[in-house]
């Protein structure tokens, strides 16, 4: 690549070298992208502010210092992530919800050092701007996907498009293309912004970065995604509901799990009544039955009468608890009609929360939260969450693990022909259940998979493989809703590729961080007294 004449005269400092903008305009363009950044996700799902957002960040950390680089990002990472993560206060508190959101802002602090030490090569060659910009945002999601305590991907740009057109992409890539195409797009807006408009050489340049935009915003509309293509199989998601909101929850779980029978039982009777199809199967939410059925007898007859009623298998959320005391484990665990608990179809939860399922540095902890105590200790399973039925193979995740590519991922390898998130909402809001089903649309597309996410108190919904929400229910209501899921077909390309495309998009921007180190030195001034200032642009 040649370099490219540059478009107009830029700013400098008193040393000669190009300015970044003014400090107060960097500081009010990171505001500004936080918000569009946080509006571009659910519930607010303005998809088409997530390129904006990316640009003026970019535009604001261009040519910074290192350490003011840092600062503009970590300011557009609060205002994004505190009002984000806003649903996790209601459980933790307001201490654990800061803390967390300000570690979710650090890593758009370091995107915004990344940005600021990139400045010379994106000054060079105007071109590289949206690959780079794509490339640094994934890397900086596939860090905070999986550091520390495994990693928090909410908030993630792939889970801001599940009504934009890029979100056909998935069926490419995965999230991490998504992820790259939108961010692309950004880089190639504050491409087209960052000239002189006066100089006409530069027009048809800019021509190209409008094209450019256009390519990654609109043009994933032509994508295909994946049709399942298969036989179809009616299925129920039972919505019981709770009596109260809140960590509470926990206290109501005899209430909770009659909620799920009676449901169950009443739809029993409106399919012997004609009134509704007759399901195949029938899914209950996570945590449906707080009560470990396989310890307790009570609870064992209530969910055997429902399946006995309905007819069908159930795939019944539950804690599972060992011998020892304080250790559990979050499972789905299919139980059959007459024969009841199949215990060669248990998923267990493979990857549980820390913080909120299990307690990482729980003395350091107690000194943060009075709540540190009530996390027992959840034990992570072995096994991807292959389920298999009479009417279908599932690939059940459970809660958050829809966040994470890889678990999503096994299910599908290892024959999911649905995909099923079995999640509870009860102790957040319908903020978080919304985003949930974001991730879901996305997942959907990525495997080619009719998906499902049943919750106990909603947002409970059944999606199509090209992301389309077919039906939903509302939040903090009882209800059931039935079917008609078509079975998977053959694997996806981003199936099949796993995490390849990611680790590349990181090799290649790790390759560009040090490939700027010489054009830094230069600019310094060579020596050195230069490398004692390579941190300056």
């Not at 399922?357 to 292959?386: F, H, I, W």
């Not at 106990?456 to 939903?472: K, P």
């Amino acid at each position: 690549m040649t370099a490219q004449p540059k478009p107009g005269p830029a700013p400098t400092r008193t040393d000669g070298r190009a300015a970044p903008l003014p400090l107060w305009l960097s500081v009010v363009f990171a505001l500004t992208a936080g918000a569009a950044l946080l509006l571009a996700l659910p519930p607010y799902g303005l998809w088409w502010l997530a390129p904006a957002g990316i640009a003026l960040l970019a535009a604001a950390t261009h040519r910074r210092r290192l350490r003011a680089g840092f600062g503009v990002g970590f300011v557009a990472g609060v205002v994004l992530f505190v009002p984000l993560l806003d649903w996790t206060r209601i459980a933790a508190g307001w201490l654990p919800w800061l803390m967390l959101s300000l570690a979710q802002a650090g890593y758009l602090g370091l995107l915004g050092l990344a940005t600021a030490w990139l400045s010379p090569l994106t000054d060079r060659f105007r071109g590289l701007w949206p690959l780079l910009t794509g490339l640094l945002w994934v890397t900086q999601e596939a860090l905070r996907d999986r550091a520390p305590f495994g990693g928090f991907p909410w908030g993630r740009l792939a889970f801001s498009q599940g009504e934009a057109p890029v979100l056909r992409l998935a069926v490419l890539g995965g999230a991490p293309l998504v992820t790259f195409a939108v961010a692309a797009a950004g880089g190639a807006l504050v491409a087209l912004a960052w000239r002189s408009w006066r100089i006409r050489a530069c027009w048809p340049a800019a021509g190209g970065y409008a094209l450019a935009v256009a390519v990654l915003v609109i043009g994933p509309a032509f994508v295909p995604t994946a049709n399942p293509g298969g036989p179809t199989r009616t299925v129920a998601i039972v919505q019981g509901n709770v009596p109260r909101l809140g960590l509470d929850f926990n206290a109501q779980r005899t209430q909770v799990l009659l909620n799920h029978v009676n449901a169950t039982r009443k739809l029993a009777e409106e399919v012997r009544l004609g009134r509704k199809p007759q399901p195949e199967l029938v899914i209950w939410p996570e945590n449906s039955s707080d009560i470990d059925p396989l310890r307790d007898q009570d609870a064992a007859q209530l969910i055997a009468g429902a399946a006995d009623a309905i007819g069908v298998p159930i795939l019944v959320g539950t804690v599972l608890r060992t011998d020892v005391r304080g250790e559990i484990y979050n499972a789905g665990i299919l139980w059959q009609p007459v024969t009841g608990p199949d215990r060669d179809q248990i998923y267990t939860k493979r990857h549980p929360v820390p913080f909120a399922e299990y307690m990482p540095l729980r003395s350091v902890a107690r000194m943060v939260t009075d709540k540190a105590d009530l996390v027992q200790n959840m034990l992570s399973g072995k096994t991807p969450g292959v389920i298999r039925t009479p009417a279908a193979t599932i690939g059940d995740v459970i809660c958050f693990e829809v966040a994470y590519d890889d678990i999503v991922r096994d299910t599908v390898i290892g024959g999911a022909q649905l995909l099923a998130v079995q999640t509870n909402n009860a102790t957040f809001n319908e903020a978080e259940a919304r985003q949930q089903l974001a991730m879901v649309q996305l997942r959907a597309v990525e495997h080619g998979r009719e998906a499902l996410m049943v919750s106990t108190v909603g947002v409970s919904a059944f999606v199509a493989a090209d992301g389309t929400v077919v039906t939903e229910t509302g939040f903090n209501v009882d209800a059931v809703v039935l079917h008609d899921m078509a079975l998977g077909g053959p694997r996806t390309l981003a199936t099949r590729l796993g995490h390849r495309p990611e680790m590349a998009a990181v090799v290649l921007a790790l390759m560009c961080l040090v490939a700027a180190v010489p054009m830094r030195r230069r600019r310094s001034g060579g020596g050195p007294a230069a490398s004692r200032k390579t941190e300056e642009w």
